[in-house]
């Protein structure tokens, strides 16, 4: 994959090659460092009467980036049409991979726009805001954070009709798939960029279309706060009023973000709530992942053409605000991921008959709040309650391990993707653990992005398990605990067998090929997943892993790139992991 460090024109020829012939000819004007001139955004030049074009986009951080020793460009993924998908890195002194992030203990910012392509204007946003961080007035910022922008994720969905689709062209919903990574931009953007760059923060921009919400700005959170609780309680009760009275104080009306029930206005009570995705969506896969994590929602007419200066400078604001909070208490955010991180590992080490993974949630109301919104026309005013509180309604003991059998490679190499950990048994071993006996499955009538839903239930048999040589050692000792436990649990929406991972399996009294362990088995295992040299995880196919070691504590869980800069030998950096091709 290309890096792109630009101190040149010349050198941005060399770099970007894949870039339209046009498009690196008007390149040839940028100046080698930035110029008297501010460097404005495509919408600024054509006073926001156009959306910005996928090329435009692309010429404008290559020109940031030759104005600037500050930026560094790389090409992490391809879209399902081919269009190169970029991490733009903001920071001084400047930063190429993530272990120089990690090791200098400031915040890591990751900004994710365009998922939806019917959302322009939080990329319009981000690059008014690059360009700001680079040679405006948030300069300073990038000496307290490290900014990991993702300008457009989903870019053929932006490219499509006559104002971007929210799906990708192969009609997924790119934010529905963080979990599965069925297309090639979450496959991409989920190893090369979160997994790889472990950042502190987490925004995810979106839009949503009006009326009948009718607020300008919105903003939500993770819900899921089984196990630690340090960042759901830093982020609700400093980081989110700290955004909102900065878009207020624009002129701007906010309201969390919601969906409305249908007969809101004859029945008020039943509220109203971010719903549920579960860790499906970017806004709840960061906190899967232990990142402070927010969601920005800027309310667009439904011709996405329409009204993009006030929509766009939203979205900046919030930025700004977001970004400055972070800086400004820089040291509390790292500690406060870093240990809720490290509580997960904490956790994962026993067995607690105290502590639960959550797998389905009740939301539950924490306030009842003035609310307007449009109907036929007119204004309505309401009390609502906002269910944005959760309970868990359906869990399980947090168990030590998980084990896969032998033939359910393909699970233990999805879980890699998210960089989780995962050993090879060399051994049989005999171990305390529980078995899933499926109860019943109920299959969806049609199929949901790309797959047929099922809602699984079992029951769970305590007992000795007999684990066979070659199974797959999945352990809860990580800060990926969360993301496994979502893959893993059956009943979990999201998990693998609820996305049709586990077929040949869904019948009644089947068991399922997947088990929870009480305790570590005490025979060698070998490694299989890693960290190549950026930090991104690397699966090794059995046999080749370089080393082999014993699942007990004397075989940490490591997951810091700083600390672990082991490349996967099964790797072409070039081309990616082997069993991905």
Same mark, same amino acid.
């Given at each position: 994959m290309s890096r792109i460090r630009s101190a040149s024109v010349r050198r941005l020829f060399t770099s970007s090659a894949v870039l339209p012939l046009a498009l690196l000819v %008007?390149?040839? #004007?940028?100046?080698?460092?930035?110029?008297?001139?501010?460097?404005? /955004?495509? %919408?600024?030049?054509?006073?926001?009467?156009?959306?910005?074009?996928?090329?435009?986009?692309?010429?404008?951080?290559?020109?940031?980036?030759? &104005?600037?020793?500050?930026?560094?460009?790389?090409?992490?993924? @391809?879209?399902?049409? #081919?269009?190169?998908?970029?991490?733009?890195?903001?920071? @001084?002194?400047?930063?190429?991979?993530?272990?120089?992030?990690?090791?200098?203990?400031?915040?890591?910012?990751?900004?994710?726009?365009?998922?939806?392509?019917?959302?322009?204007? #939080? =990329?319009?946003?981000?690059?008014?805001?690059?360009?700001?961080? $680079?040679? #405006?007035?948030? +300069?300073?910022?990038?000496?307290?954070?490290?900014?990991?922008?993702?300008?457009?994720?989903?870019?053929?969905?932006?490219?499509?009709? *006559?104002?971007?689709?929210?799906?990708?062209?192969?009609?997924?919903?790119?934010?529905?798939?963080?979990? &599965?990574?069925? /297309?090639?931009? !979450?496959?991409?953007?989920?190893?090369?960029?979160?997994?790889?760059?472990?950042?502190? $923060?987490?925004?995810?921009a979106h839009e949503l279309v009006g009326p009948p919400r009718i607020y300008d700005f919105y903003l939500s959170y993770p819900l899921d706060i089984a196990g630690p609780t340090g960042n759901w309680n830093l982020t609700r009760h400093e980081l989110i009023p700290h955004v909102v009275e900065a878009v207020e104080a624009a002129g701007f009306s906010h309201f969390p973000y919601h969906r409305v029930p249908s007969g809101l206005v004859e029945d008020p009570s039943q509220g109203v709530s971010a719903g549920s995705y579960g860790a499906q969506a970017l806004s709840s896969y960061g906190g899967a992942q232990a990142a402070i994590t927010v969601l920005f929602e800027s309310m667009r007419p439904r011709d996405a053409?329409?009204?993009?200066?006030?929509?766009?400078?939203?979205?900046?604001?919030?930025?700004? *605000?977001?970004?400055?909070?972070?800086?400004?208490?820089?040291?509390?955010?790292?500690?406060?991921?870093?240990? +809720?991180?490290?509580?997960?590992?904490?956790?994962?080490?026993r067995w607690d008959a105290a502590d639960s993974v959550a797998i389905r949630l009740e939301q539950l109301p924490s306030r009842v709040l003035p609310y307007r919104l449009q109907v036929d026309g007119e204004i309505v005013e309401l009390e609502v309650p906002l269910l944005d509180s959760t309970r868990i309604a359906m869990g399980r003991i947090r168990p030590v391990a998980?084990?896969?059998?032998?033939?359910?490679?393909?699970?233990?190499?999805?879980? %890699?993707?998210?960089?989780?950990?995962?050993?090879?048994?060399? %051994?049989?071993? !005999?171990?305390?653990?529980?078995?899933? &006996?499926? @109860?019943?499955?109920?299959?969806?009538?049609?199929?949901?992005?790309?797959?047929?839903? =099922?809602?699984?239930? !079992?029951?769970?048999?305590?007992?000795?398990?007999?684990?066979?040589?070659?199974?797959?050692?999945?352990?809860?000792?990580?800060? !990926?605990?969360?993301?496994?436990?979502?893959?893993?649990?059956?009943?979990?929406?999201?998990?693998m067998v609820s996305m049709g991972w586990f077929t040949t399996e869904e019948r009644q009294g089947a068991r399922l090929s997947v088990h929870r362990l009480r305790a570590l088995p005490g025979v060698p295992v070998e490694r299989v997943t890693a960290p190549d040299a950026r930090g991104a995880p690397r699966f090794a196919d059995p046999g080749t892993a370089d080393h082999a070691t014993r699942a007990g504590r004397d075989a940490p869980v490591t997951t810091d790139p700083a600390t672990d800069p082991a490349t996967d030998p099964a790797t072409d950096p070039a081309r990616g992991p082997a069993w991905a091709r």
């Amino acid at each position: 994959m290309s890096r792109i460090r630009s101190a040149s024109v010349r050198r941005l020829f060399t770099s970007s090659a894949v870039l339209p012939l046009a498009l690196l000819v %008007a390149l040839a #004007g940028v100046p080698e460092r930035a110029s008297a001139q501010p460097l404005q /955004t495509p %919408a600024e030049r054509n006073g926001y009467q156009a959306l910005t074009g996928y090329d435009e986009m692309v010429a404008f951080y290559l020109a940031l980036g030759a &104005r600037s020793d500050a930026v560094r460009i790389r090409e992490f993924g @391809r879209s399902g049409e #081919g269009r190169a998908l970029y991490e733009v890195v903001v920071s @001084r002194p400047a930063v190429s991979d993530p272990w120089e992030a990690h090791a200098s203990g400031r915040p890591i910012i990751l900004v994710n726009a365009l998922v939806h392509g019917d959302e322009p204007a #939080g =990329r319009e946003a981000l690059m008014a805001f690059a360009r700001d961080l $680079v040679e #405006g007035p948030h +300069e300073a910022l990038t000496r307290g954070a490290i900014f990991v922008l993702s300008p457009a994720l989903n870019p053929d969905g932006g490219e499509a009709g *006559a104002w971007g689709t929210r799906n990708s062209p192969l009609n997924l919903n790119v934010n529905r798939d963080y979990l &599965r990574l069925a /297309t090639p931009e !979450t496959r991409a953007f989920v190893p090369e960029v979160v997994a790889a760059w472990k950042p502190h $923060v987490i925004v995810d921009a979106h839009e949503l279309v009006g009326p009948p919400r009718i607020y300008d700005f919105y903003l939500s959170y993770p819900l899921d706060i089984a196990g630690p609780t340090g960042n759901w309680n830093l982020t609700r009760h400093e980081l989110i009023p700290h955004v909102v009275e900065a878009v207020e104080a624009a002129g701007f009306s906010h309201f969390p973000y919601h969906r409305v029930p249908s007969g809101l206005v004859e029945d008020p009570s039943q509220g109203v709530s971010a719903g549920s995705y579960g860790a499906q969506a970017l806004s709840s896969y960061g906190g899967a992942q232990a990142a402070i994590t927010v969601l920005f929602e800027s309310m667009r007419p439904r011709d996405a053409r329409e009204g993009l200066e006030p929509r766009t400078r939203r979205q900046e604001v919030a930025l700004a *605000a977001l970004s400055g909070w972070v800086v400004d208490n820089g040291s509390r955010v790292v500690r406060s991921v870093a240990d +809720e991180r490290a509580e997960l590992v904490a956790r994962g080490a026993r067995w607690d008959a105290a502590d639960s993974v959550a797998i389905r949630l009740e939301q539950l109301p924490s306030r009842v709040l003035p609310y307007r919104l449009q109907v036929d026309g007119e204004i309505v005013e309401l009390e609502v309650p906002l269910l944005d509180s959760t309970r868990i309604a359906m869990g399980r003991i947090r168990p030590v391990a998980y084990v896969l059998e032998p033939h359910r490679g393909e699970v233990a190499r999805h879980l %890699a993707l998210h960089g989780v950990q995962v050993d090879r048994l060399l %051994a049989p071993a !005999t171990v305390q653990g529980e078995s899933y &006996r499926v @109860r019943s499955v109920e299959r969806g009538g049609q199929a949901y992005e790309g797959y047929i839903p =099922r809602r699984v239930e !079992t029951e769970v048999e305590a007992g000795e398990l007999e684990l066979r040589a070659g199974s797959w050692l999945v352990r809860m000792d990580q800060p !990926t605990a969360r993301i496994i436990s979502h893959l893993l649990e059956p009943e979990d929406e999201n998990s693998m067998v609820s996305m049709g991972w586990f077929t040949t399996e869904e019948r009644q009294g089947a068991r399922l090929s997947v088990h929870r362990l009480r305790a570590l088995p005490g025979v060698p295992v070998e490694r299989v997943t890693a960290p190549d040299a950026r930090g991104a995880p690397r699966f090794a196919d059995p046999g080749t892993a370089d080393h082999a070691t014993r699942a007990g504590r004397d075989a940490p869980v490591t997951t810091d790139p700083a600390t672990d800069p082991a490349t996967d030998p099964a790797t072409d950096p070039a081309r990616g992991p082997a069993w991905a091709r």
